[in-house]
């Protein structure tokens, strides 16, 4: 059974880059069709999918974050991340680490980080 | 942007009964839709695809229907563990995702 677990600072200041790991463990990035992304949902708010990767290396992005986003793999860690530059408060949410064969829906889901964007 | 929209937001039932939610694309999405069950403090579960596909280990009391604009989830007979809150997701064109605003199902 695949699982997911994000990894990285909880506050990050305004303008500058939120950097997010998520480790993959019961499975290979390298050795799985799979997608590796992220959704993300501001505090009682809905969901909102950020980008993925997949397992080629190819990556696709929610096109209002293009400019800003960058999802990859690290198979030498069986890891993936996220960035996401230039952060205001409206990046404030908890970010999920995602991952599925179809690329269009999501069976495995990280616990979730929350990443707050404050001075 | 294909837009989803959840009706109602807010649902009060009580244990054993049927209850349906609602969700309506702004523009066709033919059956690229799929339905995930939230609880507090927890990520998102995967209930069906492809609107009636139910994913692994998922209870047959839930089913989802409709096509083009309109879909529907139903819980066939609800279960203390089904109150949550549920989003829909559309899949029509590869990488442009978007959700329902949700809805959260209430004990009555």
Redesign the interface.
């Known amino acids: 059974q695949l699982q997911l677990q994000e990894s990285g600072p909880g506050l990050v200041r305004p303008s500058e880059t939120l950097s997010l790991t998520c480790s993959v463990s019961g499975g290979s990035i390298s050795g799985s069709s799979y997608y590796w992304g992220w959704i993300r949902q501001p505090p009682g708010k809905g969901l909102e999918w950020i980008g993925s990767n997949y397992f080629t290396g190819k990556a696709y992005y929610n096109p209002s974050l293009k400019s800003r986003v960058t999802v990859s793999v690290d198979t030498s860690k069986n890891q993936f991340s996220l960035k996401l530059t230039s952060v205001t408060a409206a990046d404030t949410a908890v970010y999920f680490c995602t991952s599925d064969g179809s690329g269009s829906f999501w069976n495995y889901w990280g616990r979730g980080a929350l990443v707050t964007v404050s001075s | 942007?294909i837009q989803m929209t959840q009706s109602p937001s807010t649902l009060s039932a009580s244990v054993g009964d049927r209850v349906t939610i609602t969700c309506r694309a702004s523009q066709s999405i033919s059956s690229?839709l799929?339905w995930?069950q939230q609880k507090p403090g927890?990520?998102?579960?995967?209930l069906l695809?492809k609107t009636s596909n139910l994913?692994?280990g998922v209870p047959s009391r839930f089913s989802g229907s409709g096509s083009g604009t309109e879909f529907t989830l139903t819980i066939s007979s609800l279960q203390p563990d089904d109150f949550a809150t549920y989003?829909c997701?559309q899949?029509k064109t590869?990488?442009?995702?978007?959700?329902?605003?949700?809805t959260k199902l209430e004990i009555k």
């Open positions: 942007d690229w799929a995930y927890k990520a998102p579960k995967l695809h994913a692994s989003y997701q899949y590869f990488s442009e995702y978007t959700f329902g605003q949700g």
